[in-house]
């Protein structure tokens, strides 16, 4: 008989530790059975509050929807003035087809536009937030990626501050996010590819300097086009990947486009043309509550500030006035 033999007859022979052990197993299978049935308790239960009744919000969610509404609603003037494309997408368009808007714990917003309209939305936004008086309330930030490389920029967002209080609190914020199409896609894998491209875009992107330059070169690793195509896919600034919270999607371009006006809250505004393809492909049975939710704590951090929502109200009203009056 060999040593490991020996050894696992010894232990097998050694009941008591082996009786410890498995009592110990059985004790904390029974505590993880336990806690996934609370968990799918709990999940109904959300299902049944979220999709069934009619919640409704304090003075504070209101008034950060009402100017959330408007940003989404300059974003929507300044897109059809230039003719560009845009729609709401990821949360902010599951929300408007599932809760008829915000999702009740989303406190932000998601967008998205092919690459042309939105190199062409980063060009012309700074006259017309000066145009329109909102310099000093409209930021555009284009997120830090220094996980990657130290300087790296990524996608456009648009941070709402306040300014009749002394400024300094960003209210909402809106994202966009650019879209690329593919000159051939066949159903492969391309996330390896895809991570790859993104390393190599972030360094190009701080070691070139140039804007124009990198997209060309991620265009040729990617084997990406300008034109439109049969597919598109999610622009490599975005927060997508294989290994990331967003899995990354290849959609079919004739299902996301022409892009089809949705009611949000008491606005309409573009979405991906075919809503059950393109909830389906990002979240499966997009009906159904899930299991684990994403919180951004912008809500968290506004309760701590006093008279928060008669900020929101003076705000509210001087960014409608700036939307009814677009031109």
Known sequence: MGLKQ??????????????????????????????????????RLFNTIFLDYELTPSPLLQSFRDLSL????????????YDLEWMI????????IRHDGFIPWDDDMDSGMMREDYNKLVDVLPEELERNGLNDNIKINFRQRNAFVEGATSFLQLF???????????????????????????GEDIGQKYEDARLKFYHDIVEIGDYDTTVERYHENMDLTWDKTNHMLNGVEGPQGPKRILKLKVFETDKM??????????????????????????????????????????????????GIVEIFENEIIKFEEINDNFE
């Open 160 to 186: 709402y501050y306040n300014t009749l209080s002394g400024g300094g609190v960003d209210l909402t914020a809106l994202d966009v996010f650019p879209y690329d199409y593919m000159k051939q896609y066949n």
């Open 6 to 43: 020996k050894f696992a007859k010894k232990l097998i022979n050694n009941s008591g530790s082996l009786k410890y052990y498995k009592n110990q197993v059985d004790v904390l299978t029974k505590k993880v059975e336990r806690l996934e049935k609370a968990n799918d308790s709990n999940n």
């Open 257 to 306: 486009q022409p892009f089809k006006r949705v009611q949000f809250g008491k606005y309409e505004f573009p979405g991906p043309n075919d809503k059950d393809y393109y909830l389906k492909t990002y979240y499966g049975n997009y009906w159904n509550i899930p299991k684990v939710l994403t919180f951004h704590q912008r809500m968290g951090r506004l309760r701590k500030y006093p």
């Open 89 to 96: 997408e990821g949360g902010t368009f599951l929300g408007a």
């Open 70 to 81: 408007e940003l989404l609603r300059f974003m929507d003037n300044v897109c059809m003035k």
